[in-house]
């Protein structure tokens, strides 16, 4: 199977930004740990952007060739209704994915426009959770 890992803004940042929030592993290490962890059970396909209408174009793309998508699309999560959209016109699984507790931050991390759509939801498990969301979408 093929997954899409999807990174919003300033995931390009990690292992520098607040790493008392998001620790200290790069965006190349989550991914090579991620592609580890799921070697020989699926293909993942990684992209990052700052850009809302360059995630919704990559969601687009995954309807043709992905089976799942894990999405951590940051800071517009909370904003986002046409990535909502997007992943509402894709018809393979979708994890959303945050690093950090969202519910233990301020209120405005509270509310996902995304989770209506998620088949599952992993929230503050650090950058373990992008293992456990493999785990999930292989099983
Ligand atoms: C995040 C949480 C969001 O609120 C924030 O805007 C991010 C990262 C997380 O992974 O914990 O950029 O999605």
Redesign the pocket.
């Known amino acids: 199977m093929k997954i899409l890992l999807l990174h919003g ?3 390009n940042l990690l292992g520098k930004r607040q790493p008392e929030i ?1 620790g200290h592993e790069t965006l190349q290490d989550v991914e090579n740990k991620v592609r580890g962890h799921a070697f020989g059970r699926a293909e993942i396909e990684c992209f990052q952007s700052n850009h809302e209408g360059e995630l919704i174009d990559a969601i687009h793309r995954a309807r043709e060739s992905t089976d799942a998508i894990i999405i ?1 699309a ?2 517009y ?2 904003t986002s209704v046409a990535i909502l959209d997007a992943l509402n016109a894709f018809e393979g699984k979708v994890v959303e994915l ?3 507790n ?1 519910h233990a931050r301020e209120s405005f ?1 509270h509310h996902s426009y995304l989770s209506a759509r998620a088949d599952g939801i992993i929230v503050g498990l650090g950058t373990y959770g992008y293992l456990a969301a493999v785990d999930f979408l292989t099983s």
């Open positions: 803004p300033n995931l998001y951590n940051g800071a999560t909370h945050h690093i950090s969202v991390r």
